[in-house]
Each structure stands twice: as structure tokens, then as C-alpha cells.
């Protein structure tokens, strides 16, 4: 009997903890939908130079990727060109995919290309491994659309 109580007490005190914690007892897969901001580009915070080769100067100056339920991706890409002359012009580049998760790895696939890449998700932080290393920030602002999908 003492010892039911005892094992009745200890689950009810973890109840208590999730519960004060904001973490539904749910599958954190509920979690990882939803809008990553880049921030970093081989461990160097945004804008970042893509080439050092004279002009046009590139820079990788934002970029998102965007994980739905349905296991589908969008990412874009936000490019700065700087002439010689001091000019600057922006471009986008953008395309969507799927992706496969099994505990913190993450498999990227894009959509008309045989092209794969591998990934991490720890927490909020989303790293994915493509010609450099692309590290992502959970934007917390922008969830409720793409969460809902």
C-alpha cells in the first residue's frame, strides 16, 4: 500500500512539473512545425560573404525555412549584390521539398532535384548541412499559419 502511494505521489508530482513547465504530456513533433529564421552561415551571424572573388560582392543577408505537418518544406534565400561602384541589388532564391525526422535528425529532399541534406533539430535550432552550414532560430512570432497546416 505505502508503496502505491508512494508510486501515485511521484507521478502526480510529474504531472505537476509538465504542466508548470508549458509542455503539454503531447509528442514534441507538435513543436518543430512552423518558421525558421536564418541566423548564422558557418557559425557567422548574418549578412555573411558567399564570395570573396571581387565583384559582384554576395552576401546572404536573411533567409527562412518553413517545416509543415503534411512533411513538406519551403525554404528562401535573401541575396545582396554589391558592384563595384557601391550599387547594391537584392534577389530571392526559393524552392520547397520534403523532409523525414527520426529523432534529432532531419533529411531534406528538394522538389525536382536528387539533391539531400542532412540536418539537426534541437530544440528551437534548426542546422542544416547544404554547401556550408546553415543554422536556423525558430521564429516564435510567425507560427501560427504555418503551424496550422
Not at 513543436?31 to 560573404?49: A, E, M, Q, S
Request: charged share 25%; hydrophobic share 30%.
Amino acid at each position: 500500500m505505502l508503496e502505491k502511494l508512494l508510486l501515485a505521489t511521484i507521478g502526480f508530482a510529474f504531472l505537476i512539473t509538465q504542466a508548470n513547465s508549458g509542455v503539454s504530456l503531447k509528442s514534441y513533433k507538435q513543436y518543430i512545425y512552423g518558421v525558421y529564421v536564418l541566423v548564422k552561415i558557418d557559425n557567422k551571424d548574418l549578412p555573411v560573404v558567399t564570395n570573396n572573388s571581387g565583384y559582384p560582392k554576395q552576401e546572404v543577408i536573411a533567409g527562412s525555412v518553413t517545416l509543415n505537418k503534411d512533411k513538406t518544406h519551403k525554404w528562401e534565400t535573401l541575396y545582396r549584390y554589391t558592384k563595384e561602384d557601391g550599387q547594391a541589388e537584392t534577389s530571392k532564391s526559393s524552392g520547397n521539398g520534403r523532409f523525414s525526422i527520426k529523432g534529432n535528425s532531419v533529411v531534406f529532399e528538394l522538389d525536382g532535384d536528387d539533391t539531400c541534406m542532412p540536418g539537426t533539430l534541437k530544440k528551437s535550432v534548426l542546422t542544416v548541412q547544404a554547401d556550408r552550414l546553415m543554422t536556423y532560430q525558430k521564429n516564435r512570432i510567425a507560427k501560427s499559419n504555418h503551424e496550422n497546416r
